[in-house]
């Protein structure tokens, strides 16, 4: 699948943090249940690779993504747990190459026009805006849509379910990453019930036609 596609699949990602591997599989099984089927799988801990292979061995339902790529190196150690597709807050020349090397897709990272012409050069036509909101978020993504129509974002970053629905209005947003839907208190309290919901009415959200 290239990153288009899969981030078709749902008009939200989740972001998720994993703090400890044994929260990896409910937490998808949960998320996945509500609607959700593509997951962000963020290098913020120890647990994040190994939870990305536990969630690929036992969710076969979900499309599971690293987060927060930041070094070269980053791509083989999450190809080798299975990742199948990647995101970085950022591009460089360097993470352009170790990307094509790479087993999967990725969503590259981009805040100015400038590193989106960079981004352009190197091929890519799908990005992530962060993050969103201090990057001029809604007014950003509207400016940049009549200069750059071929282009597609998936803004991240100070979204909220309040504010999710006017970003996925846009013709140039194809879907939207937020960490609400996998809050930290309802991860650490293993309450899936909880997430699973908060999964299905950020997967009932519509996306503009």
């Not at 927060?68 to 990742?83: H, I, Q, S």
């Not at 094509?100 to 981009?110: D, K, V």
Request: charged share 15%.
């Amino acid at each position: 699948m290239n990153i288009r596609s899969i981030l078709a699949l749902a008009p939200v990602v989740p972001v998720i943090t994993v703090e400890h591997i044994d929260h990896a599989v409910p937490l998808a099984r949960a998320l996945c249940a509500g609607g959700l089927r593509v997951l962000e799988v963020t290098l913020r801990t120890p647990a994040a690779l190994p939870a990305i292979e536990a969630m690929r061995k036992a969710v076969p339902d979900a499309v599971v993504g690293v987060g927060t790529l930041a070094r070269p190196g980053d791509f083989v150690t999450a190809g080798n747990a299975g990742a199948q597709f990647g995101v970085s807050p950022g591009l460089t020349a360097e993470m352009a190459a170790a990307a094509r090397a790479a087993s999967f897709p990725m969503l590259p990272g981009i805040m100015t026009p400038t590193e989106l012409l960079a981004g352009l050069g190197w091929g890519y036509d799908t990005f992530k805006l962060f993050p969103a909101q201090q990057a001029g978020g809604i007014g950003m993504l509207k400016a940049l849509g009549a200069p750059f129509p071929e282009v597609v974002f998936c803004p991240t970053g100070g979204i909220s379910r309040a504010t999710a629905p006017d970003f996925l209005a846009l013709p140039n947003v194809a879907c939207v990453g937020g960490s609400w839907v996998a809050p930290t208190d309802k991860i650490r309290a293993g309450d899936w019930a909880a997430i699973e919901a908060l999964a299905k009415d950020a997967a009932s959200l519509a996306k503009a036609k």
